[in-house]
Nanobody, 115 residues
């Protein structure tokens, strides 16, 4: 049973910072891909950032230069550092992992950017 659990969401002011963490029940080095998605009300779920093969990182254009994804092998977590957040970053953020071709999802954590 593979489990992913997000933490770190909350309310943050525009221009502020927030750090999301995803704890995995398996060694993250085993996953082919680990990443973060988000879904805003009335919108489809979209990819935010991902790590492929534990090395290559990819970001959505909307978050490039503001968000940073990183893996912590010692703690089996994948983190998303969010800086200079904007109201349009408001969404439920989901951790995703691909292991042996199977997608696993966390339950999500709410991020609200508002003054």
């Amino acid at each position: 049973q593979v489990q992913l659990v997000e933490s770190g969401g909350g309310l943050v002011q525009p221009g502020g910072s927030l750090r999301l963490s995803c704890a995995a029940s398996r060694m993250i080095s085993r996953f082919n891909v680990m990443g973060w998605y988000r879904q805003a009300p009335g919108k489809v779920r979209e990819s935010v950032a991902r790590i492929v093969g534990g090395v290559s990182t990819y970001y959505a254009d909307s978050v490039k230069g503001r968000f940073t994804i990183s893996g912590d092998n010692a703690n089996n977590t994948v983190n998303l550092e969010m800086m200079n957040v904007k109201p349009e970053d408001t969404a439920v953020y989901y951790c995703n992992g691909v292991l042996y071709g199977v997608n696993y999802w966390g339950p999500g954590t709410q991020v609200t950017v508002s003054s």
